[in-house]
């Protein structure tokens, strides 16, 4: 049987990118002939990112990946199919994303994001499978006043956020799994993806939309405001400072953090945290300002805004240090200006 991998959460906005290039890129990474298996409960992922992603395999003279049409919270169909897939490794995107409604249905997010990943982590356990690559976030940082920026992966945890607290509890679960029976991974801590696929064929589309260059775009292509929460934080200019880093980025390092399993696994390394980043933050309102002129072609005029209170959960400052990445990967944010991010996520909403 040809080798195989399995990708949660592959019909979403992060894990259809990391797809792409899994199939773009297969020879450069030693996977030709690679069976995909696909897993994704379309929840909050797409049908149409799937069948795109499956015509794509096919024209890179791929096997046709397998759909598994499964929830993470379905242990006994979760088991079936990794029962099915064998995989070599696991690429874990699914979970539940927005900081806001976390707040709102904690209990969900711990059903969803840890029970689930608790069953994925025992499936892979069932089915011989020792290798996972794990999709966390800097949020699992919280609001480190006074840490070091930009930060590195030792700055001590402490999320503000039922989302940043299930996220934690997912990385806790992975280490349980390294004691108990031989888990190797990595876990990639990274900030604020942001952009689209140069090839056109994927984008952020989520249902509700909550991210700030998704709801920007959309505001301004509109004529409507767009809604700035928070305008006292201690940043430069009062507003929320991120890393943005382009989801092509991503992509390339999960390629890596696959590539890279192997050595860490021959080291005895049995987990390994990266952060994923530019080290360079950019406020709320020099996002608006970068957007006003990449738009000025085509819409002609600025992108309003109004303020409103703070989100509850809301750190000030996140900004990535990922010289270990950079270091031990050989990873670099290639794709990250914010010119670039904004103008492909702009070709993908204009679509």
Same mark, same amino acid.
């Given at each position: 049987?040809?080798?195989?991998?399995?990708?949660?959460?592959?019909?979403?906005?992060?894990?259809?990118?990391?797809?792409?290039?899994?199939?773009?890129?297969?020879?450069?990474?030693?996977?030709?002939?690679?069976?995909?298996?696909?897993? *994704?409960?379309?929840?909050?992922?797409?049908?149409?990112?799937?069948?795109?992603?499956?015509?794509?395999?096919?024209?890179?003279?791929?096997?046709?990946?397998?759909?598994?049409?499964?929830?993470?919270?379905?242990?006994?169909?979760?088991?079936?199919?990794?029962?099915?897939?064998?995989?070599?490794?696991?690429?874990?995107?699914?979970?539940?994303?927005?900081?806001?409604?976390?707040?709102?249905?904690? *209990?969900?997010?711990?059903?969803?994001?840890?029970?689930?990943?608790?069953?994925? !982590?025992?499936?892979?356990?069932?089915?011989?499978?020792?290798?996972?690559?794990?999709?966390?976030?800097?949020?699992?940082?919280?609001?480190?006043?006074?840490?070091?920026?930009?930060?590195?992966?030792?700055?001590?945890?402490?999320?503000?956020?039922?989302?940043?607290?299930?996220?934690?509890?997912?990385?806790?679960?992975?280490?349980?799994?390294?004691?108990?029976?031989?888990?190797?991974?990595?876990?990639?801590?990274?900030?604020?993806?942001?952009?689209?696929?140069?090839?056109?064929? !994927?984008?952020?589309?989520?249902?509700?939309?909550?991210?700030?260059?998704?709801?920007?775009?959309?505001?301004?292509?509109?004529?409507?405001?767009?809604?700035? !929460?928070?305008?006292?934080?201690?940043?430069?200019?009062?507003?929320?400072?991120? *890393?943005?880093?382009?989801?092509?980025?991503?992509?390339?390092?999960?390629?890596?953090?696959?590539?890279?399993?192997?050595?860490?696994?021959?080291?005895?390394?049995?987990?390994?945290?990266?952060?994923?980043?530019?080290?360079?933050?950019?406020?709320?309102?020099?996002?608006?300002?970068?957007?006003?002129?990449?738009?000025?072609?085509?819409?002609?005029?600025?992108?309003?805004?109004?303020?409103?209170?703070?989100?509850?959960?809301?750190?000030?400052?996140?900004?990535?240090?990922?010289?270990?990445?950079?270091?031990?990967?050989?990873?670099?944010?290639?794709?990250?200006?914010?010119?670039?991010?904004?103008?492909?996520?702009?070709?993908?909403?204009?679509?």
């Amino acid at each position: 049987m040809p080798p195989s991998l399995l990708i949660t959460g592959a019909a979403g906005y992060i894990g259809s990118h990391c797809v792409e290039a899994l199939i773009r890129q297969a020879s450069a990474y030693g996977l030709q002939g690679v069976q995909l298996h696909l897993l *994704d409960d379309l929840s909050t992922g797409h049908r149409e990112f799937l069948e795109k992603l499956c015509a794509l395999a096919e024209s890179h003279r791929l096997p046709r990946p397998v759909i598994h049409e499964v929830s993470l919270t379905d242990r006994p169909a979760l088991e079936q199919a990794l029962k099915q897939a064998r995989p070599e490794a696991v690429l874990h995107f699914a979970a539940l994303i927005s900081v806001a409604e976390s707040v709102q249905q904690p *209990d969900r997010y711990v059903r969803n994001n840890v029970e689930g990943s608790q069953n994925l !982590f025992r499936a892979m356990q069932k089915s011989g499978c020792q290798r996972l690559v794990f999709s966390s976030t800097a949020a699992v940082y919280g609001n480190p006043a006074g840490a070091h920026l930009p930060l590195p992966e030792s700055t001590p945890v402490g999320p503000v956020n039922p989302y940043g607290e299930t996220k934690l509890a997912m990385e806790n679960a992975i280490a349980e799994a390294a004691r108990e029976w031989g888990l190797h991974s990595v876990i990639f801590r990274y900030f604020n993806a942001a952009g689209a696929s140069s090839s056109g064929l !994927f984008g952020e589309w989520h249902e509700p939309e909550t991210h700030l260059i998704p709801l920007l775009l959309r505001a301004a292509a509109r004529g409507e405001k767009l809604k700035v !929460f928070g305008s006292d934080y201690d940043t430069r200019d009062g507003t929320c400072v991120r *890393d943005y880093i382009h989801v092509e980025d991503l992509a390339c390092a999960h390629l890596l953090g696959l590539k890279a399993l192997r050595a860490f696994e021959s080291q005895g390394a049995a987990a390994q945290v990266f952060n994923l980043g530019t080290a360079r933050g950019t406020s709320v309102l020099e996002v608006i300002r970068a957007a006003e002129a990449v738009l000025k072609k085509d819409l002609g005029r600025g992108v309003g805004y109004d303020i409103h209170p703070r989100r509850p959960g809301d750190s000030a400052v996140l900004v990535a240090d990922s010289a270990r990445a950079r270091e031990i990967l050989g990873w670099e944010p290639v794709h990250s200006s914010m010119e670039n991010i904004l103008r492909t996520a702009w070709e993908w909403e204009r679509r």
